[in-house]
């Protein structure tokens, strides 16, 4: 209620009272056909990471703090498509492709809020191995169920705060132009283009601010991932041995490197040369894509996962 209130006292400061989201294309006749495609891949997406999450907290086996966040980032997934495709499906089928101020807002600040804290939350990933790996013995004891819980509890409330930080600077713009954003969702840099005021602070803040958000924990991932490497070089002689560590990480790697590449091509590069089309072709490489690979990358590459599956399938049969 609150939030809705602070955003109407906003909505009185510009002249724009709702968008026009121009979406993945103009081109008409690829409409119904994008329709189907970006359906089947939200249904593959929530079914997917929901099944992960029933299967993480019905299986005792994988109630462990690798696969308790495991859990949150199948959460995580499913809400950030949720954010974007639904609007995105309803204007493949509708001719106007509108969202209200109030709403443009709220799309950005749960697109930022929860794709800042699955950044966070992807090193906390990697630091958990980092302490399975490297110290094995304390491993119950550094990642305890308590532990697990408030480090899961304040990265979701920084990426909180982080996204109320741009949906609130965003809505002081005054927007007395067009209206018309080149993109199938509200995203601070589309909004930037169309507002009439000053927006150097908002861009500082976009690339400081989010760029530290971002590339912060991938630092923290990469550092961790160099530790387990260090520490199993000098520690492991057999290569085998090596390899098996490396293997348990190889899933949670893949996941880093498909989330982190358009992050870094959306918000950290400049943003003189990206086309309109380039820029969309990434947000859906990020938004769609990436959380749909996810449970696939888990599953296939993770036997427990897959025999604790087996399991629920014999229970519900």
Same mark, same amino acid.
């Not at 930022?112 to 304390?138: N, Q, W, Y």
């Not at 870094?264 to 400049?270: A, H």
């Given at each position: 209620m609150l939030f809705s209130l602070f955003f109407q006292v906003m909505l009185n400061q510009t002249s724009v009272t709702e968008f026009l989201l121009l979406g993945v294309t103009d081109i008409q006749v690829l409409q119904p056909?994008? @329709?189907?495609?970006?359906?089947? $891949?939200?249904?593959?997406?929530?079914?997917? /990471?929901?099944?992960?999450? &029933?299967v993480v907290t019905s299986d005792p086996k994988l109630h462990s703090p690798m696969y308790f966040f495991l859990g949150n980032l199948s959460c995580l997934d499913i809400c950030y498509s949720t954010v974007t495709l639904p609007k995105v499906l309803e204007n493949f089928l509708s001719i106007h492709r509108t969202i209200s101020f109030l709403g443009c807002i709220s799309?950005?600040?749960? @697109?930022?809020?929860?794709?800042?804290? !699955? %950044?966070?939350?992807?090193?906390? *990933?990697?630091?958990?191995?980092?302490?399975?790996?490297?110290?094995?013995?304390?491993y119950t004891l550094i990642m305890n169920?308590?532990?697990?819980?408030? *480090?899961?509890? +304040?990265?979701?409330?920084?990426?909180?705060?982080? %996204?109320?930080?741009?949906?609130?600077? #965003?809505?002081?713009? /005054?927007?007395?132009?067009? /209206?018309?954003?080149?993109?199938?969702?509200?995203?601070?840099?589309?909004?930037? !283009?169309?507002?009439?005021?000053? +927006?150097?602070?908002?861009?500082?803040?976009?690339?400081?601010?989010?760029?530290?958000?971002?590339?912060?924990?991938f630092s923290l991932t990469l550092l961790s991932y160099f530790y387990i490497i260090i520490y199993l070089f000098f520690k492991t002689r057999s290569c085998s041995m090596l390899h098996k560590a490396?293997? #348990?990480?190889?899933?949670?790697? &893949?996941?880093?490197?498909?989330?982190? #590449?358009?992050?870094?091509? #959306?918000? $950290?590069?400049?943003?003189?040369?990206?086309?309109?089309?380039? !820029?969309? $072709?990434?947000? $859906?490489?990020?938004s769609v894509i990436t959380p749909v690979l996810n449970p696939l990358i888990y599953t296939l590459r993770n036997k427990e996962v897959e025999g604790a599956l087996r399991r629920v399938i014999r229970r519900r049969l």
């Open positions: 056909v994008l @329709f189907v495609v970006f359906l089947a $891949i939200y249904i593959v997406n929530v079914a997917g /990471n929901g099944v992960i999450m &029933m799309q950005l600040h749960f @697109f930022h809020f929860l794709g800042s804290t !699955e %950044a966070m939350l992807l090193a906390v *990933m990697a630091f958990d191995r980092f302490v399975a790996i490297c110290k094995p013995l304390r169920h308590q532990v697990c819980t408030q *480090m899961a509890v +304040t990265i979701w409330i920084i990426g909180f705060f982080h %996204a109320l930080l741009h949906s609130v600077m #965003t809505s002081r713009l /005054n927007f007395c132009g067009s /209206n018309h954003i080149h993109h199938f969702f509200c995203d601070v840099k589309p909004l930037l !283009e169309l507002a009439c005021g000053n +927006t150097d602070l908002n861009e500082w803040l976009l690339h400081s601010v989010t760029g530290t958000i971002a590339m912060g924990p490396l293997s #348990t990480c190889a899933s949670h790697f &893949m996941v880093v490197v498909l989330f982190y #590449t358009p992050v870094v091509f #959306t918000y $950290i590069r400049p943003a003189s040369g990206s086309s309109m089309d380039q !820029e969309r $072709i990434i947000a $859906i490489m990020y």
